[in-house]
């Protein structure tokens, strides 16, 4: 069964950095863009980056650019997202997702997520 799993996540201080993982489960991810998402508490999902694999641009939601660093290896089977300079608004649930077709919203496969809190 395919599967995405989520790792990374925990309590940090505002002004912190943690590093989320994405494992691939019996596919390779270097055929599929992955995108991060959120959830934060009583919210809906947002989007928070994807990275292509064709060309490996990179795309992020505008509350992280600057902060946020999303980033791939393929040998390693493995997507990053590296969240630095974190804030209280960053607290949520955080995603990760297979797209075959590229960062364009049609994700096909979904980990289970990870709980990033950010507090003092």
């Known amino acids: 069964q395919v599967q995405l799993a989520e790792s990374g996540g925990g309590l940090v201080q505002p002004g912190g950095s943690l590093r989320l993982s994405c494992a691939a489960s019996r596919f390779t991810l270097d055929s599929y863009a992955i995108g991060w998402f959120r959830q934060p508490p009583g919210k809906e999902r947002e989007g928070v980056s994807c990275i292509r694999n064709t060309d490996g641009r990179t795309y992020y939601a505008d509350s992280v650019k600057g902060r946020f660093t999303i980033s791939r290896d393929n040998a390693k089977n493995m997507v990053y997202l590296q969240m630095n300079s974190l804030k209280p608004d960053d607290t949520a649930v955080y995603y990760c997702?297979?797209?075959?077709?590229?960062?364009?919203?049609?994700?096909?496969?979904w980990g289970q997520g990870t709980q990033v809190t950010v507090s003092s």
């Open positions: 997702a297979a797209d075959a077709g590229g960062c364009d919203g049609g994700y096909d496969y």
